[in-house]
């Protein structure tokens, strides 16, 4: 099938904003077209926007150099006229943010998002591809709700449970019980570098706002059910969660503890993981990795500095499966934050939602 779609980037002066113009630089379907920022940013050309706040060592795609940043909120109507749909990243509090998005979906524009304000709705999806892509369906009751023929939204998850979930996932035949998960959060998860965040270097800091409660409760959704134009959350299983930040620049680590109902073998878990594909695997997307699941068997892997880039940043990696005394076992996870956990997860959600149709 043909796709080409001309692309906004709302939020494309931030953190994540930027990972997206380095990963849709080259994109075979989506052409970004706009770029949108604050009015802090608006009539500045990218370069200038960004300034020092650039945050890689690969240079600004030098297409996007000259272009000049519109005003997410005050050109509104001149996006909306240019784009098939728009990236969303913005760092503004939750009610805006809800509201921000709610007027792109109904100049039908639709939204990808990785704000959180909307992860609650109960009719805009939150879809991990590999994971919960059937829930696109419930795209046709919000688009009734909104009012709108192609306007939409879409949210992805937070970035701290894409280094857990996807690694639960394939086990849910087992009954999954209880969860505990620690995780040791990346400084980029807070849109920071060694630079503008060096309280953290020699330190750990053991707080990150709403992250536990996000980390407990967003993978219910992810595992929910569609009825009645809703999305209904799943019951169990039981997570706790704790999220650290650590001196890590990109890759959240989990350090997790899993009970089932049916205890499977270390093997059967081996073997899960090892085939677990899903549809972006099946429909070769661009950004899908070919192999989603990664499993190390030396006792000091996975490593953030040295395995976040697995599948282009979009593997998710596993090690140091065995057995627990409390739980049944024990296991770390680890998935790259910006990447899988947030530009490069988004990317792959709107290739999911073009190659099913929901853009036309
Ligand atoms: N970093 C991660 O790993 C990660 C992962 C998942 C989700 N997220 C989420 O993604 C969003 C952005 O995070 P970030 O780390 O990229 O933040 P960031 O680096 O602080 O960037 C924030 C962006 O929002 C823009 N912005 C601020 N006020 C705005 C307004 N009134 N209208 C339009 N744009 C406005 C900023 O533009 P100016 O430059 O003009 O101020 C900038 O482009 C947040 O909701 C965050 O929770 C982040």
Redesign the pocket.
């Known amino acids: 099938m043909e796709h080409h779609y001309k692309v906004g980037v709302?939020?494309?002066?931030?953190?994540?904003?930027q990972r997206f113009m380095l990963l849709l630089a080259n994109h075979p379907w989506f052409d970004v077209v706009v770029l949108?920022?604050?009015?802090?940013?608006a009539g500045k050309t990218y370069e200038e926007?960004v300034g020092s706040?650039w945050a890689f060592d690969t240079p600004i795609p030098e297409r996007y150099l000259g272009m000049k940043v519109l005003?997410?909120?005050a050109d509104m109507e001149k996006i909306a006229a240019q784009v098939d749909f728009v990236f969303c990243?913005?760092?503004?509090d939750k009610a805006?943010?809800k509201e921000?998005e709610e007027k792109y979906a109904k100049m039908e524009v639709p939204v990808i998002s990785?704000?959180?304000a909307h992860r609650f709705t109960p009719d805009v999806p939150m879809v991990i591809p590999e994971i919960n892509d059937n829930h696109l369906a419930i795209i046709d009751a919000q688009k009734a709700r909104l009012g709108t023929k192609r306007g939409f939204i879409d949210v992805?998850s937070?970035?701290s449970l894409q280094s857990y979930v996807p690694l639960l996932h394939p086990l849910k035949a087992f009954g999954i019980e209880k969860v505990a998960v620690c995780t040791y959060q990346a400084i980029?998860?807070?849109?920071k570098t060694f630079t503008t965040m060096p309280e953290i270097l020699d330190n750990v800091i053991p707080y990150i706002g709403g992250e536990e409660e996000k980390s407990e409760r967003e993978p219910l959704k992810i595992w929910g059910e569609i009825e009645n134009g809703q999305i209904v959350n799943a019951q169990a299983p039981v997570i706790t969660a704790q999220c650290i930040r650590v001196p890590v620049s990109d890759g959240h680590t989990a350090a997790v503890f899993v009970s089932f109902k049916n205890k499977p073998s270390k093997e059967q878990i081996l073997e899960a993981w090892a085939n677990f594909a899903g549809y972006p695997q099946a429909s070769d997307l661009p950004s899908a990795p070919k192999q989603f699941i990664r499993y190390f068997e030396e006792d000091n892997r996975p490593q953030a500095k040295l395995d976040r880039m697995e599948g282009n940043g979009m593997s998710v990696c596993a090690g140091r499966l065995r057995d627990d005394s409390m739980f049944d076992y024990r296991f770390i996870g680890l998935s790259h934050?910006?990447l899988r956990?947030?530009a490069g997860g988004a990317v792959l959600l709107a290739e999911t939602i073009a190659a099913k149709g929901y853009f036309k």
């Open positions: 709302i939020g494309a002066t931030g953190m994540v904003g949108a920022a604050s009015a802090r940013s926007a706040k005003d997410a909120e990243a913005v760092n503004l805006k943010t921000l990785n704000n959180s992805k937070n970035c980029s998860g807070a849109g934050n910006t956990g947030a």
